[in-house]
């Protein structure tokens, strides 16, 4: 044990945060809220990876958090028809399934973390984590991570394609036309339609 | 060692914030007045009178704001300030916190800076704030991409993601002679991430005050003093990053460091009253059309360079 007290401290406040703020995502009734707890747990997280040495991975996942979580909450209102983020909705679906699942995984990882016999491994002594790190990814192992990079690129894309095909009034092929007040009636807000150029008759 | 790693920095932060923060509100008027602009009473006075003034109003509420949100938004602004300014170096020694990754701490607190921004307008429920966050989120992308590819430029001969080793890779040669496209660019990355001038486009006029159009009393002097402590910190930055930092021949480090801060304040400031403003729509084609692309070539400068010098 050769760091100090504060590391420890340190560790207990960010853990109860990133918890407490992980549950909170899940009692709020707003999309841009939930996200933003999420922010804050995963911005715990990071500083806890800091504090373990992983310096880059820490301070990457706080600002790559901070920009998946506003584009995540930009498309979250876009596609939901939910005006803004401001009107309230659930956040939860599938109870059972869900409980069930998180019971499991509770379970599971409490077991691992009570059971299971971990090793002991200090620093080595002139450990460069962020050089160690990049050599790992742009040397022996560049192939996999630039094709993962590209097909989650390819998968970004490839989904905002398909779910915007069909949009708000009806498929994107279709055109854009709103809905009639009443099934099957002309659609709504759209201007009264002059007789014989309305431009016309008012230059001369 | 709690003195030195905790107080002596945090007092460190502190007092560039707050003379930062004034002297930014001082040559501020000092322009204004120089532009033709009425000024009442002296311009040193004058960023006390409107805090005091702010302090003694009534803060505003609207109806069923996110009150959490809405009132943190500001102080959590002027935190990212504080953290931009924790990790520009003074002197080889003298630094708040020497991050080994201090570079990208920066880039996070820009993609930090986003998020806060629009809650600030998201949370006050009001139609112009919200217009002001959402157009502030289309913006900010571009500013916080641009900014990274500029500041993976001035990483590369520095081989390090650290200011100290990002100041001392420039002994030879500053990184705006060495990337002469890095610093004009970083330059209105500022403005546009303090919205400050032609770049004030969350918290413009068109939109009654945009994200700060709801905002009064207190909360709008945090929110007033956030801005321009970030505008310090950005001049912090790119002192470091492009302007050699602490080096210099004669005088003490920090003292370079000082001028050069002060220098990129002036031209900041500057450029905020004789830039023309420009449409938001506008500003986003400007920002992916021409600047982005500069901002690679500004990146592939950088690697050749460090290529054919390695």
Partial sequence: ?204 | MIIDELVLPVLMVLMTLVAGVYLVAVIDRWLAGAFGLPQGGSAWLGPLRRGAWLLTQHANATEAPDWQAWRLAPALYLALAAMGLAVVPWSATLVATDLTTSVVLWGSVEALATVVIFLHGWSANALFALIGAYRYVALGLSYILISMFVLIGVALPAESLQFTQVVTSQTEMWNVVRQPLGLPLFLIVGLGMTFWGPLNLADADDLAGGTASEVSGPPRLVWDVARAAMLVAFSGVAASAFLGGWLGPWLPGPLWMLIKMLAVLVVLLLLGWLLPRVAPERCMTLMWVVLLPLSFVDLLWAGIAALLNG
């Fill in chain 1, 1 to 204: 044990m050769d760091y100090p007290l504060g590391v420890d401290i340190a560790f207990l406040l960010l853990a109860v945060l990133a918890v407490v703020s992980a549950w909170r995502v899940f009692c709020t009734d707003s999309m841009v809220r939930a996200s933003f707890f999420l922010l804050v747990s995963f911005i715990a997280v990071g500083v806890i990876m800091m504090l373990l040495a992983a310096v880059y991975l820490g301070v990457a996942m706080f600002f790559m958090m901070a920009v998946e979580m506003m584009v995540m909450a930009l498309f979250m209102v876009m596609f939901m028809m939910n005006p803004a983020g401001l009107n309230p909705m659930m956040m939860v679906h599938q109870h059972r399934l869900s409980i069930g699942a998180g019971v499991a995984a509770f379970v599971v990882l409490g077991g691992v973390a009570l059971l299971a016999d971990f090793p002991v491994r200090p620093l080595p002594a002139g450990l460069e984590p962020v050089r160690s790190l990049g050599e790992e990814m742009l040397g022996d192992s560049m192939l996999i991570f630039e094709s993962a990079g590209v097909v989650l690129l390819t998968t970004m894309v490839g989904v905002v394609v398909l779910a915007s095909h069909r949009g708000r009034y009806g498929g994107a092929a279709e055109g854009s036309m709103p809905p009639g007040l009443e099934p099957g009636g002309e659609p709504a807000g759209m201007p009264e339609a002059e007789e014989g150029g309305g431009h016309h008759h008012h230059c001369h």
